[in-house]
């Protein structure tokens, strides 16, 4: 069973997932718009990364870093 996240859902109405398949393969699920042809994609967290700076970029590493809250808060240091 693939688990997946909205990591964000832009004004025009894409979206972007982070998704876990059961291999354990982390990657990025896009969604377009049905203006834009709802076109599905899926990418490469460091290809997705590298494409540029938008939202769903920031939404991405923003994410990650609260994984590093997670673990200051568990060891305390």
């Given at each position: 069973?693939?688990?997946?996240?909205?990591?964000y859902?832009?004004?025009?109405?894409?979206?972007?997932?982070?998704?876990?398949?059961?291999?354990?393969?982390?990657?990025?699920?896009?969604?377009?718009?049905?203006?834009?042809?709802?076109?599905?994609?899926?990418?490469?967290?460091?290809?997705?990364?590298?494409?540029?700076?938008?939202?769903?970029?920031?939404?991405?590493?923003?994410?990650?870093?609260?994984?590093?809250?997670?673990?200051t808060?568990?060891?305390?240091?």
């Open positions: 069973m693939k688990k997946a996240r909205k990591l859902e832009s004004p025009s109405g894409d979206l972007w997932y982070l998704v876990a398949d059961p291999s354990g393969t982390v990657f990025v699920h896009h969604e377009a718009n049905l203006a834009s042809g709802g076109h599905v994609e899926h990418e490469d967290i460091v290809a997705f990364l590298s494409r540029g700076s938008g939202p769903e970029q920031q939404e991405l590493l923003r994410l990650i870093g609260t994984l590093t809250d997670e673990h808060a568990a060891t305390g240091k």
